[in-house]
């Protein structure tokens, strides 16, 4: 336990020293503004990946409506701080009490399911938040909520990314997080035990909704306007793509999925025209070469790095 | 299996370099020639508003060109960068943010979409960079609470506009007593029309009966149709683009709604004629912002032709508009400061641009005649033209 | 009208409505059945079939129905290509990775085709006379009922072709067990091509169909009814082909009367509302059997 701590310590101080580089070369002006939205956005898609990652990839449960919680988030969010002129952090904090407590209402009923039911309900049920969305007139209808405060700033991304980082690690590892990858394993396997698969199955998701619901404020405080049309299905598929490019079950590969296809998407910006066609042949290579994702099941933490440090050291 | 591991290690190697180089690539876009004037074009080029995007990006490259070929602007050619709002607000911003920040661009054209442009006006009002919208008719886009956005134009006319036209050509013309409406619940371009439109046919003593929703990409529109159809009312209001436009008309007359149908100037393309058929267009009006067959028009149409070997439609149309506007600012007022751009754009008086004579008003909007075509056995007819607002 | 009257009129839009997705999820209920892959791209496949059947009438000047099986048999070769060059390899890999490769196979398809043939929409001949019988005041049109009766036939013949040739007994064996069935001496990977070949040519039928009846075809036509198809074979549980016909008829159902006597705007939600509900009360499907899952 001592260890794990100190572990946690070195890559918490770890994170901050990136964050230190990162908001140094913001500041110094070294990084372009469009770049810095999508260092915004990529922080942003490593929560949803993560997150969706503890639902997909830990307790293997296929959802495919991720993208409904983050709406979820984003209009509670914006509702709150442009409609009654409330801090983020509260908007954020109630964004994910609404995703969370819609996921729990949702996931009781529809895990249940199994596999391919299990992902066209979800599917479905992400489907229909947006489209209730769609159709309340007070927060803009179909045609989007304007005029939002600009107000996520690249220390809230980063911070609020971390925080999550560690939950999920920490969860992960808890004896919770066993039980889920136990249900993932074998769920039957895991029921005769003396798992409550149930329990573990809703709460897995009740978190992974709730860490969108953040997301989900974060990105609507990014870019002065949402519209229920960011949270299509096809939303849900991309950051199932991050998860499984990354490696499902791995963190350290949801980190480096939601990265990758950002980046692609940002550094394909100069030919519009190609940027889906290179996008779909990256994806279908990936998965041809590495259909476990980049990093399948594996973590990279610092132990295994010193470890290989001392191991050079000794060889 | 070392074969594979061999192959994977260069695909990735080749990914990663031609990312890298495109970082890069961006980075040397910065260093614009000084005898340049780089532009952005920002437009749906993909996702469900690509074809909207695409023809406004035609028109916009057409009237470049065309500068280009005359010599530039004061000597200087124009350089367009393309980028993409993949269809999506967020995303516009996004792409909006990559022109000023990366490509550098003076001025940035589209996009095409209302609420896109209304999502990246805020990014180009704090960079100061002037957006022209070629076809985003919503009052919203230029006018935030009151208060001109200082940066943001239009080649459009306003929704308030078209509305007021319709409706009063409803209850005056036709005689109308009844309405239906069919709205697109997905744009605000349509529902701030059907909005409009019954403000001013109830004022004029008609009355609105019923209102039905579809959403942009519906293919089959027949239930609500049949809803519709039971109203029994004397005219049907269908604000829409026109790939929807085609296919509602059609299915209505298949369901045996004969009253006239009206539409705004989201059904001027070509394409509508083919898709809904000729004898189902019978009895239908719709405004727009010019005829083909106007003199005005016929030099812009003819090089259009000449360029894309297809007729324009109306959002080529309006793009071409933005470009010859712009031109004329930069013309006048250069490209290296936003201020004086922003007011040559602003003092845009008596342009012939491709459609018509423009002069932008202190809404920021061009002030513009409308006209009302009639289609019959398959050819437009003009119906009547209405006179700019002063 | 009347309430009954109405509501006649919005069960026939409805059928005429469910009849394409119900021709569209026959393909995709094929493929599921045997390899057991969402496949995405099968919308897009779709579209792609729409697209060669409006070049070999409007380029090659063919007639409806040459032109309609001009486009089946490309679209089944494509469907066997994409099978053998992004699916095949990835045969042992975990079921996921398979699924993101369709997505990825799917903005392929869709993102080539609007290089090639630009996003603009494009009109479909009208290579098919349409005429609209008035039964009383009630009003059905000619292609719609085409449309229902190639999805019933098609059926009838995919049902006979599965159950009763050895053709399809190897499908159904090597849908049960793969590895089993090549044990047996079934070639599954044939199977499997020629299963992808079958799903496709239909998937090509209904692009053509689809296109004479609306008019219009645009690259990213595939994308909702490949969904709606989706959530049809699901309706009518998985692999099972007259499911499939009976959730996309359900399901074009349920959307005209929400349309008809709620919101259009409403529609989506209702249908996939009615789909979870179902799958919580019949967790394979309304055709499906409920098997226990043995350890």
Known sequence: MNFLRRNDLIMLIFGIALFALLQGLISAGAISSFWQLNLLLIGINVIMSVSLNLINGYTGQFSLGHAGFMAVGAYVGVVLTTNFHLPLIVALLAGAAGAGALGFLIGLPTLRLRGDYLAIATLGLGEIIRIVIMNIQYVGGAAGFKGIPHLTTFAWVFFVMLFTLFFIKNFVNSSHGRACIAIRENEIAAEAM????????????????????????????????????????????????????????????????AFVVTFISAALANWPEFRMIIYALALILLMFYRPQGLFGYMEITNAKIFDKILKRGRE | MNFKKKAWKLASLAIGTMLMGSMLAGCGDQAASSDEIVIGSNFELTGNQANYGNACNEGLKLAIKEANDAGGINGKKIKLVEADTKSEAAESVNSATKLISDDKVKVIVGPAVTANVIAESQVATDNKVPVIAPAATNPDVTVENGTVKPFIFRSCFIDPQQGTVMATFAAKDLNAKTAVMYIDSSSDYSKSLGKVFKETFEAAGGKVVMEEAFLAKDQDFKAALTKLKTANADVMFVPAYYEEVGKIVKQARELGITATILGTDGWDDPKVIDIAGADALNNTYFSTHYFEQDEEAKPFIEAYKKEYNKNPNVFAALGYDAGKMLIDALKRAGADDPEALRKAIEGIKDLQVGTAKVTVDKNHNPIKGAVILETRNGERMMKTKIAPEQ | MDFTHLLVQQLINGVSLGSIYALIALGYTMIYGIIKLINFAHGDIYMVGAYIGFFAITQAGMSIVPALLVSMVVTGLLGMVVEKLAYKPLRHAPRISILITAIGVSFFLEYTSMYFVTPTPRTFPAVIDNISFNLGSFVINGQQLMILGITVLLMAILTFIVQKTKTGKAMRAASFDTETAQLMGIDSDRIISLTFCIGSALAAAAGVLVGIYYNTIDPLMGIMPGLKAFVAAVLGGIGILPGAVAGGIILGIIEALVSGFLSSTFRDAAAFAILILVLLVKPSGLFGKNTREKV
Do not use: D, Q, R, W
């Open chain 1, 194 to 257: 003396g798992v409550n698969t149930t329990k573990y199955k809703v709460m897995a998701f009740t978190i992974g909704a709730a860490f969108a619901g953040v997301a989900g404020g974060l990105f609507a405080h990014s870019f002065y306007l949402i519209s229920p049309a960011s949270f299509t299905f096809m939303a849900s598929f991309n950051y199932l793509i991050m998860v499984v490019l990354g490696g499902l079950g791995s963190i350290t590969g949801s980190i480096a999925g």
